[in-house]
């Protein structure tokens, strides 16, 4: 007699056949994943030294730009010192300037039929002075009289204050002395009178 097989049975053999356990694709997705992020030593190690190159390089840019900074600092305060040593002499050497300006105004004023001997020792006074003064300034010494200007205590010292109707208040009315600089830093201040309000 023939025997006929159940198919319901023939499905619950083959169920019962396959593995207990298949791999969801989401965790080999993840598998694959860590394999590509996990590193070997060698790759580490390479990763490593990219990373201290690059902090090296960073402090030698550093470094290298602290040194420029020195480098110039110390440029500028030789050159001053280069420039300013004489500062000194040059200020004993602007009196010697003021001198030849105060012995032209002890003279007595040109004119007419004046002995000649005035005549020519303002003229030999006048032209010392020219040259003088031409020398200092090729050497960087300059004198700006300060009359008329507004009165600047970085520039000038007032030696007195007198009411003037033709000057406004603070204004320079008259210098005694011209203000003295070297390469533009003050040498010497003018000795001026300013002007004030009338009482």
Not at 88 to 116: C, H, I, W, Y
Not at 122 to 143: A, N, Q, Y
């Amino acid at each position: 007699m023939t025997q006929h097989t159940d198919p319901t049975q023939v499905e619950t053999q083959a169920a019962t056949a396959a593995p207990d356990h298949v791999t969801p694709p989401q965790d080999a997705a993840e598998a694959g994943a860590e394999q590509a992020t996990a590193q070997s030593p060698a790759e580490q190690r390479i990763a490593e030294l990219e990373q201290e190159a690059a902090e090296l390089k960073e402090k030698w840019l550093r470094s290298e730009a602290e040194n420029q900074n020195l480098r110039a600092r110390a440029k500028r305060e030789v050159d001053d010192a280069r420039q300013y040593a004489v500062q000194k002499f040059a200020r004993d050497v602007v009196e010697a300037a003021e001198n030849l300006r105060r012995a032209l105004t002890s003279l007595p004023a040109p004119q007419e039929g004046e002995d000649t001997v005035i005549t020519k020792m303002r003229e030999g006074i006048e032209s010392t002075e020219r040259s003088f003064v031409s020398i200092l300034e090729r050497h960087g010494i300059k004198c700006d009289d300060p009359s008329g200007k507004v009165f600047d205590a970085n520039l000038h010292q007032a030696m007195a204050e007198q009411p003037s109707a033709e000057h406004a208040p603070g204004t320079v009315m008259q210098a005694w002395t011209p203000t003295w600089t070297l390469h533009g830093r003050l040498l010497k201040p003018a000795m001026v009178v300013v002007a004030k309000a009338g009482e």
